[in-house]
């Protein structure tokens, strides 16, 4: 069965930093894009980033660049996303997903990815 599951979510303060991990079972994500969504309370899924198996990155939201970071451990078939200087705006259920096609899809694409993660929440309060 092929499955992603991430975690790493909880409560952090301003200006606080959270990693996120997104494990694979059934296959392997070396061989796979991965990118990060965000869901805020009351709003649509929003795309922040995608990396491909090469480790080049794309970036579908500009309010995370500088900030967020994703990085793989193919040895642990995982993939993370390193968030920093996290802000209330920043709340929401993240999710990782994977692609069955060969680089990241385009921002209008990314949310038709193949396989996807249940979500992880993140809270950013003082």
């Known amino acids: 069965q092929l499955q992603l599951v991430e975690s790493g979510g909880g409560l952090v303060q301003p200006g606080g930093s959270l990693t996120l991990s997104c494990a694979a079972s059934?296959?392997?994500?070396?061989?796979?894009?991965v990118g990060w969504f965000r869901q805020a309370p009351g709003k649509e899924r929003e795309g922040l980033l995608c990396?491909?198996?090469?480790?080049?990155?794309?970036n579908y939201a500009d309010s995370v660049k500088g900030r967020f970071a994703p990085s793989r451990d193919n040895a642990l078939n995982t993939v993370y996303l390193q968030m920093n200087n996290l802000q209330p705006e920043d709340i929401g259920v993240y999710y990782c997903?994977?692609?069955?096609?060969?680089?990241?899809?385009?921002?209008?694409?990314?949310?038709?990815?193949?396989?996807w993660g249940k979500g992880t929440l993140v809270n950013v309060s003082s």
């Open positions: 997903a994977a692609d069955s096609g060969g680089d990241c899809p385009t921002a209008e694409n990314a949310y038709a990815m193949d396989y």
């Open positions: 059934g296959f392997s994500l070396k061989w796979h894009p």
């Open positions: 990396m491909n198996t090469a480790g080049g990155i794309s």
